[in-house]
T-cell receptor, first 116, second 111 residues
Framework: GAVVSQHPSWVICKSGTSVKIECRSL??????MFWYRQFPKQSLMLMAT?????????EQGVEKDKFLINHASLTLSTLTVTSAHPEDSSFYIC????????????FGSGTRLTVV | GNSVTQMEGPVTLSEEAFLTINCTYT??????LFWYVQYPGEGLQLLLK?????DKGSNKGFEATYRKETTSFHLEKGSVQVSDSAVYFC??????????FGTGTRLQVFP
C-alpha cells in the first residue's frame, strides 16, 4: 500500500535555530501533501496543504514565514520550523492524498519537536 | 461548515468488554467517512472507512456503518483487548481534498 515516510521521528533543538522535517512518499507520487500539528491529548490541526511545484496553502492563523513548506518533487515535501521557540514544541504529522487504488489518505509516523 | 463530533474520552473498559465510540457529522453532499487510530507516539493509521450510505467498514474486529439518516458513523467492537488502547479519530472527506477530524477519543483497556 501507499506509504509515507517521515523523518526525523523526534528532534530536540535550541531556541532560535531552524528544524527541517521531511515527508517522502515511498511507492506513489504525492501531488498533494498535508501538514498537521497536534498538541498533547488534542486532535490534529491542519497547518497547510502543499502541492507539488506550487506554493503551499496555509490555514488561517498559521504563520507562513514561521513554517516554511516546500514540495519540490512528487515524492518529497518538507516543513521547516524557522527560529524555533519553546511554544513550537509539538507533534507534527504529514499526510498524503492517495489517488490510485483504494484512494484515501496515508499518514507519516510523526515528528516530535522539542525546543529548549 | 462541515464538522465531525466525537464522544469525549477517555473511555475506560475491561478486556473483552463491548466498545462503542460515537461519531456524528455535519456535511453537505456525500462525504466519505473514516476511523483512524493513533497509538502512543505514532502517526495515524487508517482503521476502516465507508464511502456511501449504508456501507459498513470493518477491520481487526472493529466495525462502523455509514448512517445517512442519523448522520452517524459509530465505531464498535465486540470484545476489546489491551492492545486496542489508543486514540481513535473519526474523520470525513468532503471531496475538497481535506480531511476533517473529530477531537479524538482515548480508549484505555485494562486486563
Amino acid at each position: 500500500g501507499a506509504v509515507v515516510s517521515q523523518h526525523p521521528s523526534w528532534v530536540i533543538c535550541k531556541s532560535g535555530t531552524s528544524v527541517k522535517i521531511e515527508c517522502r512518499s515511498l511507492d506513489f507520487q504525492a501531488t498533494t501533501m498535508f501538514w498537521y500539528r497536534q498538541f498533547p491529548k488534542q486532535s490534529l490541526m491542519l497547518m497547510a496543504t502543499s502541492n507539488e511545484g506550487s506554493k503551499a496553502t496555509y490555514e488561517q492563523g498559521v504563520e507562513k514565514d514561521k513554517f516554511l513548506i516546500n514540495h519540490a518533487s512528487l515524492t518529497l515535501s518538507t516543513l521547516t520550523v524557522t527560529s524555533a521557540h519553546p511554544e513550537d514544541s509539538s507533534f507534527y504529522i504529514c499526510s498524503a492524498r492517495v489517488r490510485q487504488g483504494a484512494g484515501g489518505y496515508t499518514f507519516g509516523s510523526g515528528t516530535r519537536l522539542t525546543v529548549v | 461548515g462541515n464538522s465531525v463530533t466525537q464522544m469525549e474520552g477517555p473511555v475506560t473498559l475491561s478486556e473483552e468488554a463491548f466498545l462503542t465510540i460515537n461519531c456524528t457529522y455535519t456535511a453537505t453532499g456525500y462525504p466519505s467517512l473514516f476511523w483512524y487510530v493513533q497509538y502512543p507516539g505514532e502517526g495515524l493509521q487508517l482503521l476502516l472507512k465507508a464511502t456511501k450510505a449504508d456501507d459498513k467498514g470493518s477491520n481487526k474486529g472493529f466495525e462502523a456503518t455509514y448512517r445517512k439518516e442519523t448522520t452517524s458513523f459509530h465505531l464498535e467492537k465486540g470484545s476489546v483487548q489491551v492492545s486496542d488502547s489508543a486514540v481513535y479519530f473519526c474523520a470525513l472527506d468532503d471531496n475538497t481534498d481535506k480531511l476533517i477530524f473529530g477531537t479524538g477519543t482515548r480508549l484505555q483497556v485494562f486486563p
